[in-house]
């Protein structure tokens, strides 16, 4: 289940019991749904394994791509024509035909 994080009221024995599911080898999803914690695998995660959470949101503040040059990425300036821009078209360079034929051409 995706979504906000309800308050748990026994949130120590949810996790202590989170704990010794984990060490018989049970996934982190089951061990979610096996004590209906209903927020998912992440929030266990997040609470008992050490730097979860900082490396978790380290890995959310930058793109794929950003990770991969180590540099943030520029934005480009949009000359799409009006029509373009509404109907969703790629920018120039962008979609998939234009990447095709730079591949081809390198």
Known sequence: MVGKPRSIPNEEEVLERAKELRATGKSWRA?????????????LQRRLVPGFAERANERNAMSRLERATGEPLPI???????????????????SALDKKRAEAAA
Do not use: C, Q, Y
Request: net charge neutral; no cysteine; charged share 20%.
């Open 31 to 43: 061990v979610a749904e096996w004590l209906n914690v209903g927020v998912g695998s992440v929030w």
């Open 76 to 94: 480009p300036l949009d000359t799409r024509s009006i029509t373009a821009r509404v109907f969703g078209d790629p920018l120039p360079g962008r």
